[in-house]
């Protein structure tokens, strides 16, 4: 199945005034696709991308994640579906600052019922895969933030997600990090992670072999056409 359909989705917040901040959104991603979703402010991105990570329901239509119908499901087995199945990466890298970087990493491991040692086992191939083992036992207070962003990357691999929910990643960084931490993104959706990159940046958006647009809580599709 494919890891996300979203079928004629919608979401008013109640207000007063109520606010249609999405309307009738159809998207299709299948596994292995890496797709940016562009917008100015005010758009719908948040919105959408709380939908997509299951922090928030739509007021209308369908949600399958993975197969899964999400509708149907109660808190707790969202939590655990977005634990396991969602990575998560932000602007503002929500590290913990005074553990180190393996702490950091084997931490999202905590609810998917493996022993601490094979949480530092995991922790440190992933740190591997983000070019940072030789920074396992540095305080994430302590670094830069490329490498706090490599850090939360490979805490947001760690539990072998279905997508990688990226939301401004390179929003805290000089260009020259921002460069490598999106090319880091890009080699991991080449072995085969599925990406899902929102933001407010043409530019990086158009590094994507799709690209989705959101203006006024509508969403259209420009495929192909930056390469
Ligand atoms: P973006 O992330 O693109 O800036 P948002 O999804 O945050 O867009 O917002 C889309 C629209 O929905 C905006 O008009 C915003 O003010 C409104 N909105 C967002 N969240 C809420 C909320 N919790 N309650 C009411 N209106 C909201
Ligand atoms: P971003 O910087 O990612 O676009 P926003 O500033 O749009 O984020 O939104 C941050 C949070 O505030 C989101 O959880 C969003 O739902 C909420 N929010 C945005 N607009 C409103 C609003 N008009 N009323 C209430 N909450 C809002």
């Not at 634990?83 to 084997?106: D, S």
């Not at 940046?201 to 390469?227: F, K």
């Amino acid at each position: 199945p494919p890891v996300i359909e979203f079928t004629r989705i919608g979401r008013t917040y109640p207000g007063p005034p109520p606010v249609t901040a999405l309307k009738g959104v159809n998207l299709v991603v299948r596994r292995g696709e890496y797709v940016s979703v562009v917008g100015p402010s005010g758009s719908g991105k948040s919105t959408f991308l709380n939908l997509i990570g299951m922090l928030d329901r739509p007021t209308t239509g369908t949600y399958r994640f993975d197969g899964i119908e999400t509708s149907g499901l109660r808190e707790k087995q969202r939590t655990a579906l977005r634990g396991r199945r969602i990575g998560f990466v932000f602007q503002a890298f929500h590290l913990l600052p005074h553990r180190n970087a393996a702490e950091n990493v084997m931490l999202s491991q905590l609810y998917v019922g493996v022993n601490r040692k094979e949480r530092r086992r995991h922790a440190t191939a992933m740190l591997d895969k983000v070019g940072l083992s030789h920074r396992a036992t540095a305080l994430t207070s302590q670094m830069s933030g490329g490498e706090r962003q490599r850090v939360a990357i490979a805490r947001a691999l760690v539990n072998e997600p279905s997508l990688l929910l990226c939301d401004e990643p390179t929003g805290n960084l000089d260009s020259k990090t921002a460069h490598e931490v999106m090319s880091l993104i890009e080699s991991l959706h080449a072995s085969g992670l599925t990406v899902l990159l929102v933001t407010h940046d043409e530019s990086l958006a158009a590094r994507a072999l799709r690209t989705v647009m959101i203006r006024d809580g509508s969403l259209t599709e420009s495929i192909g056409e930056t390469r």
